[in-house]
């Protein structure tokens, strides 16, 4: 999506794109009508991939959908919805990120509470829905752990795939230096981790689907 299709536009995919990622609870389940007809005004590249999770949640059984939705999010870090995790891991150097996340979020004027971590994708992406220039500059920041998010989603086959394909599509194409850091934190894994985050495609994959649309 580029930006000539407008801001409004990508604000309202990065808050649906925010919504998606939330806990499938009786509220999101509810609103679902109201989000497919705002995806059916979106390009191609970016409402087709939320099109199947809306599917996938419209005709899942609701216990089916929060239990797949807990096994995916809570369960295994590899799926981690926090982007600085997979750069940063556990490490003080992590804490400093989260508070630069906070800094950009109180000059809009946005105060988290104690209980949100502020590199969460969902929280990012609201924020980006109501604030485009320093939303996408965290979004753009951290286009690796989002890759790499995208990535794992993928390999399982997991219904929220869609959510981080349409997630990548509203940003710039990815170039030669993201690419590598994409494959580095593949390789690596998360500091302070024992093993990189397998299973993964190998970097010789990574063209066939890392890249956002133009």
Do not use: C
Request: charge should be negative; hydrophobic fraction near 45%.
């Amino acid at each position: 999506m580029r930006r000539k299709s407008g801001d409004a536009e990508r604000a309202a995919a990065w808050q649906v794109q925010s919504l998606l990622l939330g806990y499938p609870d009786e509220a999101l389940l509810d609103s679902l009508p109201m989000l497919a007809r705002a995806v059916s005004a979106l390009p191609e590249a970016v409402r087709a991939p939320l099109q199947r999770v809306l599917s996938y949640l419209e005709t899942s059984q609701p216990l089916a959908v929060a239990t797949a939705y807990v096994d995916t999010f809570d369960h295994r870090r590899r799926f981690s919805p926090y982007l600085t995790w997979f750069r940063y891991g556990d490490t003080r150097n992590r804490g400093m990120v989260l508070l630069r996340f906070k800094q950009v979020y109180q000059a809009a004027g946005l105060i988290l509470g104690d209980d949100e971590l502020s590199d969460h994708l969902a929280v990012v992406l609201e924020f980006a829905s109501a604030h485009p220039v320093p939303g996408e500059q965290l979004l753009v920041e951290h286009r690796a752990g989002i890759e790499v998010m995208r990535m794992a989603l993928r390999e399982s086959a997991s219904p929220w795939t869609g959510v981080l394909d349409s997630v990548s599509a509203t940003l710039p194409v990815l170039q030669g230096s993201e690419r590598e850091a994409v494959a580095k934190l593949i390789a690596a894994g998360p500091p302070g981790e024992d093993v990189g985050l397998e299973p993964f495609a190998p970097p010789t994959y990574m063209p066939e689907f890392i890249g956002g649309r133009g």
